[in-house]
Nanobody, 118 residues
């Protein structure tokens, strides 16, 4: 059973930085897509950034230039470096990884709270 474990959330002042990490366990296969999503109170979950195993990266417009997604493929680990954080970045952040072996399936982490406030 694949499990995703997230770490790195917390409280930070506007303009500060945080680094989120997500590691997958319970599989010998590599994920084909890794991503970070977030959900703020009263809002729908939105994609923040994704990275494929071939290195294709996408960001939501609101984080371009401030957030950086990276991956360690053999370890099925994905990171999200968040700089210049704003109060509107406050949300629960979820890691997502898609595997195609042994069957195609995607998995979600438990979520980590990021709060940007002075």
């Amino acid at each position: 059973q694949v499990q995703l474990v997230e770490s790195g959330g917390g409280l930070v002042q506007p303009g500060g930085s945080l680094r989120l990490s997500c590691a997958a366990s319970g599989t010998i296969f590599s994920s084909i897509v890794m991503g970070w999503y977030r959900q703020a109170p009263g809002k729908e979950r939105e994609v923040v950034a994704t990275i494929t195993n071939s290195g294709i990266i996408k960001y939501v417009d609101s984080v371009k230039g401030r957030f950086t997604i990276s991956r360690d493929g053999p370890k099925n680990t994905v990171h999200l470096q968040m700089n210049e954080l704003k109060p509107e970045d406050t949300a629960v952040y979820y890691c997502n990884q898609i595997f195609t072996a042994p069957t195609r399936r995607d998995y979600w982490g438990q979520g980590t709270q990021v709060t940007v406030s002075s």
